[in-house]
């Protein structure tokens, strides 16, 4: 009996065998297809992963003493952040945020270290005394469909 499952098994590989060749003949696979698909997913994760980022204002001549401020806007098209970063008095800056989606979790990023923010009224929040530098922030949010989604911003500069 074992010799009939064998038999059997032989006669399926052979079977496929010809039906593959078959399709390599009928309809070939693109050759760029595996390039493509690379490609395809690269993009879909930059999507994912990076905002896009919109200087709305610059003001980099002082109001009081030497202080200076900016104002940022990211979006992904779905969810659009908007940060003003301003000097404090002691050399550090402060992030005043808001966001327009139902946010879970945020995070400002720089470095090694981390700041979490508790979402306020009207999506506000704020990070105080945070030191000058390249920083990212981090946003866990509730779509329209329920699901959690994360949104990161590019690098800026605080």
């Known amino acids: ?43 879909e994760d930059l999507s994912r992963e990076y905002a896009l980022l919109t200087l709305v204002e610059g003001s980099f001549a002082a109001v009081r003493g030497e202080s200076d401020t900016a104002t940022l806007q990211f979006s992904d098209g779905t969810t659009t952040v908007l940060l003003h970063v301003s000097a404090t008095e002691d050399a550090g800056r402060r992030v005043d945020g808001w966001v327009d989606a139902a946010v879970l979790a945020i995070r400002l990023v720089q470095g090694g270290r981390e700041w979490s923010a508790d979402p306020g009224e009207h999506g506000r929040f704020a990070f105080d005394e945070v030191p000058r530098g390249v920083a990212r922030l981090r946003l866990v949010i509730r779509g329209a469909d329920g699901e959690l989604h994360d949104f990161q911003t590019p690098q800026f500069e605080v």
């Open 1 to 43: 009996m074992e010799n009939d499952h064998t038999a059997d098994f032989a006669a399926d590989a052979a079977l496929f065998a010809r039906m593959r060749r078959l399709w390599e003949d009928v309809d070939p696979v693109p050759a760029d297809l595996v390039d493509r698909m690379v490609a395809a997913v690269a993009v």
